[in-house]
């Protein structure tokens, strides 16, 4: 299964994008779907993290400025990123966390689409 991840770009600061994320096929049980994003020089972070049961968390740098938000029916995964500022330049990752019938957690990485904000 491989993840597409389209909606990254370049924008200025107090702009808005929104990422999307689908599957290439149908995951047999998964857990969560997040978004993760690795500036130069840093680890990768957890933004956003949303559970088949509709919980989230955010990252405190993102908190009331990024929305996360999922199509179950299709499992596409969105994240609504308003009031960008510089700092939230990076790659973004989408994952998928999921369980196999014995109840094992393997994760999907998507490839990334790039971020950029200019001040």
């Known amino acids: 299964v491989q993840l597409q991840a389209y909606g990254g770009g370049l924008v200025q600061a107090g702009g808005s994008l929104r990422l999307s994320c689908a599957p290439s096929?149908?995951?047999?049980?998964?857990?969560?779907m997040g978004w993760y994003r690795q500036a130069p020089g840093r680890q990768r972070e957890l933004v956003a993290r949303?559970?088949?049961?509709?919980?989230?968390n955010y990252a405190d740098s993102v908190k009331g400025r990024f929305t996360i938000s999922r199509d179950n029916a299709k499992d596409t995964l969105y994240l609504q990123m308003n009031s960008l500022r510089p700092e939230d330049t990076a790659v973004y990752y989408c994952?998928?966390?999921?369980?196999?019938?014995?109840?094992?957690?393997?994760?999907?990485w998507g490839q990334g689409t790039q971020v950029t904000v200019s001040s």
């Open positions: 096929a149908s995951i047999f049980r998964i857990n969560s």
């Open positions: 994952n998928v966390n999921w369980s196999n019938m014995k109840g094992y957690e393997y994760d999907y």
């Open positions: 949303i559970t088949t049961g509709g919980d989230r």
